[in-house]
Every structure is written in C-alpha cells, then in structure tokens.
C-alpha cells in the first residue's frame, strides 16, 4: 500500500505495522457466524411477502357466452345418462383466489364419479371436487 493515502491513513499509520490481536478469553468465532453477522435484515417483518403477493398474477372470471354455456349444459346432460361408465373427462374451470380479486384456471383429468345437482358439483373418482358454476370447458 501506497502511504501516500492521505490524512486518514496517517492517523493509523503507527498502527498498521502491530499484529493481529488475537483474544485470550474468546474463542475465534466460526466462519459461518461471522458471515450470519453480514446476512440480509428483514427490518420489515412480512414485507417481503406482501410484495410477493402483490406481484403475484391471477386472471379475471371468464364470462361464457350463451353458446358456451349451452355446450357445458349439453355435456353435463350426456354425462348425467352415463354416469353408471364413470366416463373419462378433461375439465377445465375457474379457480378463485383465496387472497385478492381473479384466481387461475386449473384443469383436471379423470373419471366422473357422479354429479351432485343440488349442491352444483361434479365429483370425480379420486374425490375432487368441481363447483358447475366454475366450469369453463369440458372434453370427453
């Protein structure tokens, strides 16, 4: 090192030559502690995840058309007739989010167990559970 730094530098200079102080009472602190002492601080408790959350996309409820609709209600019908061949469909439906306004489209695959028309769902044989009113699309 140059010692041409400055006044700074030269208020330690006498310093800069002595040996490392090592401490007799204290044991030298483990690499992983002295790096802890340099982690990140979460000054904010939760702040992090509520920008997560706020950054997090979820789509709007689609609207159906009449001809869509239509279409699910033709399907729902031939499904309830052949309900005893538990039939294997791809059902694709609307998801809420639990947290803020919109949610997801989620898709399932399977077989139809049954169709619950007073509570508005469709029951599939591993015991998932459809509400109709969600229903986007049905493959068969």
Known sequence: MSREKGKDFQKYEDMMELP????PV?????VSERAAQFAPFAALTGYGDAVKERARLTKARP???EE???????????LR???DQQP?????????????????????YGKLKKI??????LVMEDGRVIPIQDLIEIKM
Not at 68 to 78: A, G, P, V, Y
Not at 116 to 121: F, S, Y
């Open 20 to 23: 490392h102080h090592v401490s």
């Open 26 to 30: 204290h044991p030298p602190m483990d």
């Open 63 to 65: 609207q159906l058309d």
């Open 68 to 78: 869509e609709m239509e279409q699910i209600n033709r399907k729902l019908l031939w």
């Open 81 to 83: 007739g052949h309900l």
């Open 88 to 108: 294997e469909i791809a059902v694709t439906y609307f998801l809420p989010d639990q947290r803020k306004e919109g949610g997801a489209w989620a898709e399932v």
């Open 116 to 121: 619950r028309e007073g509570e508005g769902r």
